[in-house]
């Protein structure tokens, strides 16, 4: 069991910065795979940036691909993204993911999330 908790959202006007973090607690936090998601208010939840369990292997949605870096620290269970540039169109509900495949095995967990709004 994973129970992951988001931090670090709120009001920026665009083209500021903004650091998201996501603490998590339970077992064998570095086996998972992380990810942040996002939902735009009337809007489907979509992928954003994923995390290898190591941090060596990151991969970016087109929308936010240059402004977002993603991270993890192993030692203080914790993943973040750092944002820069922010655009209104980045205001949304972010959620921290883990997920876990080991063959047919799949496990994820979310967190609660965590508002991010980009005024113009």
């Known amino acids: 069991q994973v129970q992951l908790v988001e931090s670090g959202g709120g009001l920026v006007q665009a083209g500021g910065s903004l650091r998201l973090s996501c603490a998590a607690s339970?077992?064998?936090?570095?086996?998972?795979?992380m990810g942040w998601f996002r939902q735009a208010p009337g809007q489907e939840r979509e992928f954003v940036t994923p995390?290898?369990?190591?941090?060596?292997?990151?991969y970016y949605a087109d929308s936010v691909k240059g402004r977002y870096t993603i991270s993890r620290d192993n030692a203080k269970n914790t993943v973040s993204i750092q944002i820069s540039s922010l655009k209104p169109e980045d205001t949304a509900d972010y959620y921290c993911?883990?997920?876990?495949?080991?063959?047919?095995?799949?496990?994820?967990?979310w967190g609660q999330g965590t508002q991010v709004t980009v005024s113009s």
């Open positions: 993911h883990a997920y876990l495949t080991i063959g047919r095995y799949y496990v994820d967990y």
């Open positions: 339970g077992r064998s936090f570095s086996s998972y795979a």
């Open positions: 995390i290898s369990w190591s941090g060596g292997g990151t």
